[in-house]
């Protein structure tokens, strides 16, 4: 059996949602007369959907009930399948496919690590799910990232020592929570930003299967 095992973040790393994420977050921002923009949006990458909308009102100084707040949650979950509704194949980013492919033909287990709630369903839909052996989402972790709750079931869903384990994040809590967890980081996007990540890549196109086999060499022979 495999002693390593790839953890992938869903947003940001499989697939760009964060598009979907924003224009959602956007209508209901319009609705709420908050000043929302692209900008504001990089805080809500890699955070629960509870926490943006805290993040939300608290830049419209709004305060609100409990059930209001639940309603507000739910109306922006509507909007954001409406757009992922669509979603297919052509969506996922470059050269994921091609690594995920290559990971499998050798056998390395492979898990989801998400904050999102709807990850499977986003998974289904540019049919990815059969490549992962284990998913852990927003709907199985109580402590958002950079907690490495996350990643750490992910490891064991795997039955993997953290050690043993690599992380593909795009969001700077994503990356302390795999340092955390102990396991190696790897940022994809703006590497500047990214820059406590063991290893940085502006996409998949810079990443190529001999990087891949050092990194499996290299989290084999961890003790
Ligand atoms: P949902 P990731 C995260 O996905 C997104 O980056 C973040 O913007 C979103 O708020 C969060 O999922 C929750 O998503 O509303 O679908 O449950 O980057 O952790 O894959
Ligand atoms: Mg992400």
Aim: charged share 25%; aromatic share 8%.
């Amino acid at each position: 059996m495999s002693r390593t095992g790839f953890i992938f973040d869903l947003d940001g790393v499989i697939v760009d949602t964060a598009k979907y994420h924003y224009l959602a977050w956007k209508n209901l921002a319009d609705e709420l007369g908050i000043d929302f923009t692209q900008e504001d949006n990089e805080q809500f990458k890699g955070v629960s959907r509870r926490r943006c909308l805290e993040l939300l009102l608290e830049m419209g100084n709004i305060s609100v009930s409990k059930e209001q707040f639940d309603n507000w949650l739910e109306e922006k979950n509507e909007d954001y399948l409406k757009y992922i509704s669509g979603m297919d194949e052509s969506e996922i980013l470059p050269d994921v496919t091609k690594i995920l492919g290559y990971l499998k033909e050798k056998g390395i287990p492979m898990a989801l690590g998400s904050a999102s709630k709807n990850a499977i369903p986003i998974l289904e839909k540019v049919s990815l799910l059969p490549y992962f052996d284990a998913i852990v989402d927003g709907n199985q972790v109580t402590k958002a990232k950079p907690d490495p709750e996350v990643f750490l079931i992910a490891a064991e869903k795997l039955g993997l020592e953290p050690l043993h384990c690599v992380v593909f994040e795009d969001a700077l809590a994503g990356i302390e929570a795999a340092n955390i967890a102990g396991m190696v980081s790897i940022g994809i996007g703006d590497v500047n930003i990214l820059s406590n990540a063991d290893h940085g890549f502006k996409d998949f196109t810079e990443i190529d299967f001999n990087f891949i086999n050092d990194l499996i060499i290299l989290l084999k022979n961890k003790n």
